[in-house]
């Protein structure tokens, strides 16, 4: 199965500044079939990027996701308060679908 | 814009059987995908496996000895049977919708945390 490491584990900015998150696979991924979720505590996992860079409904044009191959990014333009969580990238490109194991962004 | 509820005994002994239900409102069972997801503490999210509104399924390979998915139309529920559990099966467990076999994860449930202890 694919394995997804992100990095970094714990990102502290403070809003208004830019944040990156990193996502690696261990083999080539179709970019098409690759997905990112937010997740802030307690609550469900929420959609947030899909096929790769583009937005799920009603999800705001501060995020934007890219990448291709192994390396996938997820960027958060200038952080609002409500966008410190946990988040997730997540293949569906081989099965069994998997997920790495989430970067927390923090306010610092 | 659908919504979904996990449902199911949050303490299971070990070696017994795991039963939990999605109930799915606001929109037909029909239209989507639908998997379930775990979430062991501090580890990453798992994907169990999915099942259609036919009664198709596909299963993660790493779990398919121990798990049966069913659906049932006229409640707009769909439900998990894990077999067999122990400790390493204590987690928070998702329901999720999607629009087709190979795509992404558009809805979830709240999550429902099973402990697996005697």
């Known amino acids: 199965e694919i394995v997804l490491t992100q990095s970094p584990g714990t990102l502290s900015l403070s809003p208004g500044e830019r944040a990156t998150l990193s996502c690696r696979a261990s083999?080539?991924?179709?970019?098409?079939?690759f997905a990112w979720y937010q997740q802030k505590s307690g609550q469900a996992p929420r959609l947030l990027i899909y096929?790769?860079?583009s937005r799920a409904t009603g999800i705001p044009d501060r995020f934007s996701g890219s990448g291709s191959g192994k390396d996938f990014t997820l960027t958060i333009s200038r952080l609002e308060p409500e966008d410190f969580g946990v988040y997730y990238c997540?293949?569906?490109?081989?099965?069994?679908?998997?997920f790495g194991q989430g970067t927390k962004v923090e306010i610092k | 814009q659908m919504q979904l509820q996990e449902s199911g005994p949050g303490l299971v002994k070990p070696s017994e059987t795991l039963s939990l239900t999605c109930n799915v409102s606001g929109g037909s069972i029909s239209r989507y995908y639908w998997s379930w997801i775990r979430q062991p503490p501090g580890k990453r999210l798992e994907w169990i496996g999915y099942?259609?509104?036919?009664?198709?399924?596909n299963y993660n390979p790493s779990l398919k000895s121990r798990v049966t998915m069913s659906v049932d139309t006229s409640k707009n529920q769909f439900s998990l049977e894990l077999t067999s559990v122990t400790a390493a099966d204590t987690a928070v467990y998702y329901c999720?919708?999607?629009?087709?076999?190979?795509?992404?994860?558009?809805?979830w449930g709240q999550g429902t945390l099973v402990t697996v202890s005697s």
């Open positions: 096929g790769g860079f």
């Open positions: 997540q293949q569906y490109s081989s099965a069994p679908r998997t």
């Open positions: 099942v259609f509104f036919s009664g198709f399924t």
């Open positions: 999720a919708g999607h629009p087709g076999a190979i795509r992404h994860f558009d809805y």
């Open positions: 083999q080539s991924i179709d970019s098409n079939y």
